[in-house]
């Protein structure tokens, strides 16, 4: 079946550092994939997508690269902000499918 | 636009209780879903539908029932609460586009306690 596995949290950096957050996927066909962000007591929003390989999401600074052959999309960003301490979510939704498979999400803490 | 909204925000139910989890949402959206999350846990789909009276199982159906009545609300419905359901509940929008890369609008959620 169709699956996400990110690296566990918390990931703790300080401000300014490089951020890369893992995510590999198991998908049946083509995926679409996604990262999503959950602020403290919010509801998730969409960072970035890809919908076929080769393509690169990117928005606010972070940026993710759909690699087919790998199956991963992992998410960086060059330097980071106390305001990016959130849960970071990695999904994908296969072709010919209406659900979103979720991973289980990665905390990341920014300390000034 | 409002975009997805969720009511209400927090709710203490006991054992056996009933209670409807209110969505909706002012995008037009022809897709609906409900999620819920538990702590340390990735979002598990409970129900979603396609469209005005259509609905569908998820992953993690048993426990809940949902109608889709018109467009723009999508209840979520317990019959018989149970302390397992304690979690936050997220209900969520879409418009499907082709290739299968459509966002989803997410409210800001429901949490839940049964004791």
Redesign the interface.
Request: aromatic residues 12%; glycine residues 10%.
């Given at each position: 079946g169709n699956s996400?596995t990110q690296m566990e949290g918390p990931v703790t950096l300080s401000e300014e550092a490089f951020l890369t957050i893992n995510c590999t996927y198991t998908a049946t066909g083509y995926?679409?994939l996604?990262w999503y962000v959950q602020y403290p007591?919010?509801?998730?929003?969409?960072l970035l997508?890809a919908?076929?390989a080769d393509d690169k999401g990117s928005n606010k600074g972070f940026e993710a690269t759909y690699r087919k052959e790998t199956t991963s999309f992992h998410l960086e960003k060059g330097s980071v902000q106390v305001s990016d301490s959130a849960v970071y979510?990695c999904a994908l939704?296969?072709?010919?499918?209406?659900?979103?498979v979720?991973?289980?999400?990665t905390r990341l803490l920014v300390s000034p | 636009n409002a975009g997805?909204t969720q009511t209400p925000k927090f709710r203490i139910l006991k054992i056996g209780q009933s209670m409807t989890l209110q969505c909706a949402q002012d995008m037009n959206h022809n897709?609906m879903?409900w999620y819920r999350q538990d702590p340390?846990?990735?979002?598990k789909?409970i129900y979603?539908s396609?469209g005005a009276g259509i609905t569908?199982k998820?992953e993690v159906p048993n426990g809940y029932n949902v109608s889709r009545s018109t467009t723009e609300d999508f209840p979520l419905r317990l019959e018989l609460a149970a302390p397992s359901q304690t979690s936050v509940y997220?209900c969520?929008s879409s418009s499907p586009t082709s290739?299968?890369?459509?966002?989803?609008?997410?409210?800001?959620?429901t949490r839940l306690t049964v004791l």
């Amino acid at each position: 079946g169709n699956s996400v596995t990110q690296m566990e949290g918390p990931v703790t950096l300080s401000e300014e550092a490089f951020l890369t957050i893992n995510c590999t996927y198991t998908a049946t066909g083509y995926p679409s994939l996604f990262w999503y962000v959950q602020y403290p007591g919010e509801g998730l929003q969409l960072l970035l997508k890809a919908t076929k390989a080769d393509d690169k999401g990117s928005n606010k600074g972070f940026e993710a690269t759909y690699r087919k052959e790998t199956t991963s999309f992992h998410l960086e960003k060059g330097s980071v902000q106390v305001s990016d301490s959130a849960v970071y979510f990695c999904a994908l939704r296969d072709t010919g499918f209406q659900k979103l498979v979720f991973g289980t999400g990665t905390r990341l803490l920014v300390s000034p | 636009n409002a975009g997805v909204t969720q009511t209400p925000k927090f709710r203490i139910l006991k054992i056996g209780q009933s209670m409807t989890l209110q969505c909706a949402q002012d995008m037009n959206h022809n897709y609906m879903y409900w999620y819920r999350q538990d702590p340390g846990m990735g979002l598990k789909l409970i129900y979603y539908s396609v469209g005005a009276g259509i609905t569908d199982k998820g992953e993690v159906p048993n426990g809940y029932n949902v109608s889709r009545s018109t467009t723009e609300d999508f209840p979520l419905r317990l019959e018989l609460a149970a302390p397992s359901q304690t979690s936050v509940y997220f209900c969520a929008s879409s418009s499907p586009t082709s290739g299968g890369g459509d966002t989803q609008y997410f409210g800001p959620g429901t949490r839940l306690t049964v004791l």
